[in-house]
């Protein structure tokens, strides 16, 4: 059987030689996951014998990485805020930028007596589950939705709901129809003002479809990623309905594609504490307002 330290090098010269981008760490992950450990035990085990079924594993995975498939769509999981996420090709793969978005809404739903807050848009459901989450160890009562136009990506966030034992409820949509449907046809199955929506849409015009790296332009869904010709198409359809579904005071917390936020400022007029978060890069990644007349002076 051959050693972990061999199959650790011929893997990263195969990634290295398929000009993949960081083929030490990519090797190491998908190593360490056909094998079913941590990478801390794969540096410290060279001498492990590497069984026939991990070894086959691994060179399947090997051969579609080295073509391109991201590593988190053979792996099936992407971590994101300290917890595993199942990801397929259905969503988008959890960004560390994402987490900027979660913790600015955190930050305004804990001043937010039992918010209602719906995650638009919601993909494998990584922001509403960790909001759902991070609410509930600081036992702070909330409710959560999770809307999504893709009935494929609504079931993966389902699974990873139940999979992180989260609370949220899942709902097949265009952004806030179904609250819009809900008003229109007076039912009172969904509340009639919200307190916190939250999204990370997507955010890139067509034409920049051909400059995103090989792996994002072929793997991830293009609907997740493009929004129209200009970028900004679903931030304008959003921005009118969560102004009219947020109660007074009520929050909005975005994420922005790295130059959007300057196209996006001028609609935001209506809205009060308009604040812009940069990302590590320094790029302007995340827009928080709220909708005018603060109810109970809150926040
Ligand atoms: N909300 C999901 C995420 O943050 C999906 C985003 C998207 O598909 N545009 O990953």
């Not at 070894?55 to 090997?62: P, T, Y």
């Not at 804990?110 to 909001?131: E, F, K, R, W, Y």
């Amino acid at each position: 059987m051959p050693r972990l330290q061999e199959l650790r090098n011929a893997a990263r010269a195969r990634l290295r030689e398929a000009a993949i981008s960081q083929p030490e760490a990519s090797a190491d992950l998908l190593l360490a996951r056909a094998l079913g450990r941590d990478l801390a035990w794969l540096y410290a085990h060279p001498e492990a014998e590497i069984p026939p079924e991990a070894g086959r594993l691994v060179d399947g995975w090997l051969e579609q990485r080295a073509q391109g498939t991201p590593a988190q769509y053979l792996t099936g999981v992407q971590e994101f805020f300290g917890r595993e996420f199942a990801v397929t090709s259905a969503v988008l793969i959890p960004r560390p930028e994402t987490e900027l978005v979660v913790e600015a809404a955190l930050e305004l739903a804990l001043t937010m007596p039992s918010p209602q807050i719906v995650d638009v848009g919601t993909g494998s459901g990584c922001i509403a589950i960790t909001l759902a989450l991070e609410l509930v160890q600081r036992r702070h009562p909330a409710r959560l939705w999770g809307v999504d136009l893709s009935e494929s990506a609504l079931r993966v966030a389902e699974r990873n709901a139940a999979r992180l034992q989260a609370e949220v409820a899942w709902l097949h949509g265009d952004l806030m129809a179904p609250w819009l449907a809900a008003e229109a046809q007076r039912r009172h199955s969904l509340p009639r003002q919200l307190d916190l929506i939250v999204s990370n849409p997507p955010y890139i015009a067509e034409s920049e479809l051909e400059s995103l790296p090989p792996e994002v332009q072929k793997y991830e869904p293009r609907s997740a990623l493009i929004a129209g010709p200009s970028g900004t198409e679903i931030y304008a359809r959003l921005l009118p309905q969560a102004f009219h579904l947020l109660r007074p005071g009520g929050g909005l917390v975005l994420e922005l594609g790295y130059n959007t936020a300057g196209q996006l400022l001028p609609a935001l007029r209506d809205w009060e504490l308009v604040e812009i978060k940069n990302d590590l890069q320094g790029l302007p990644r995340v827009l928080r307002a709220r909708r005018p007349g603060h109810a109970g002076g809150l926040g």
